[in-house]
């Protein structure tokens, strides 16, 4: 039985892509997608623990996103290639909401191995920067990168975001402090959101 709430659930779709977060029947497939490109996202993540890639993990964690997109907490979303539509090529997560006096979150991303070249991550990024701006009304998106990580990059200049500075140790990736070139987007057409 579906449950009313997964209609409201934001989904994007371009020429290539679906864009959306994950429901219960993705969890086998998000399994897939971090097994197969474990090695290739190494480098670029934190260390995982062996439940990162099992089944049992992935069906709480996608009712736990869900639960968290609800509260207005997080967008964890997953890229599908349009021509097929239920399989995963990376994912794109907006964490850490801040709303206070900030009105801000923090973008976080990844591509498997095949996809990448393609153009796939800007052209799934752009629709959800988009919600995140106009339908979350955040003000803010930060987003960090490795400085030997180019493609990452060049990527969040062409989205447009802007270099702020340099953190030294930053994140603990893959076992090691890893420094992070700071950038962030900002929203011009924020406006301040409704009171309840």
């Given at each position: 039985?579906?449950?009313?709430?997964?209609?409201?659930?934001?989904?994007?779709?371009?020429?290539?892509?679906?864009?959306?977060?994950?429901?219960?029947?993705?969890?086998?497939?998000?399994?897939?997608?971090?097994?197969?490109?474990?090695?290739?996202?190494?480098?670029?993540?934190?260390?995982?623990?062996?439940?990162?890639?099992?089944?049992?993990?992935?069906?709480?964690?996608?009712?736990?996103?869900?639960?968290?997109?609800?509260?207005?907490?997080?967008?964890?979303?997953?890229?599908?290639?349009?021509?097929?539509?239920?399989?995963?090529?990376?994912?794109?997560?907006?964490?850490?909401?801040?709303?206070?006096?900030?009105?801000?979150?923090?973008?976080?991303?990844?591509?498997?191995?095949?996809?990448?070249?393609?153009?796939?991550?800007?052209?799934?990024?752009?629709?959800?920067?988009?919600?995140?701006?106009?339908?979350?009304?955040?003000?803010?998106?930060e987003a960090n990168y490795m400085p030997h990580n180019r493609r990452s990059g060049n990527?969040?200049?062409?989205?447009?975001?802007?270099?702020?500075?340099?953190?030294?140790?930053?994140?603990?990736?893959?076992?090691?402090?890893?420094?992070?070139?700071?950038?962030?987007?900002?929203?011009?057409?924020?406006?301040?959101?409704?009171?309840?």
């Amino acid at each position: 039985m579906r449950h009313s709430y997964l209609a409201d659930l934001p989904r994007f779709e371009t020429d290539r892509l679906v864009v959306r977060l994950a429901t219960d029947e993705d969890a086998p497939e998000i399994v897939r997608y971090f097994v197969e490109n474990r090695e290739h996202l190494r480098p670029f993540d934190p260390e995982r623990p062996p439940s990162f890639y099992e089944r049992s993990f992935w069906d709480a964690q996608v009712k736990h996103s869900i639960s968290e997109y609800l509260a207005d907490r997080s967008v964890r979303l997953f890229v599908f290639r349009r021509d097929a539509p239920r399989t995963i090529i990376g994912s794109a997560n907006f964490t850490r909401f801040d709303r206070g006096v900030a009105h801000s979150c923090s973008l976080g991303y990844g591509l498997g191995a095949s996809a990448e070249g393609h153009g796939y991550m800007a052209e799934a990024l752009r629709p959800a920067i988009e919600f995140v701006f106009r339908s979350l009304r955040l003000h803010r998106i930060e987003a960090n990168y490795m400085p030997h990580n180019r493609r990452s990059g060049n990527l969040l200049r062409r989205l447009g975001f802007v270099v702020e500075g340099y953190a030294r140790d930053y994140l603990l990736i893959n076992g090691r402090w890893e420094d992070h070139v700071l950038t962030s987007l900002t929203n011009p057409e924020w406006e301040v959101p409704d009171r309840p």
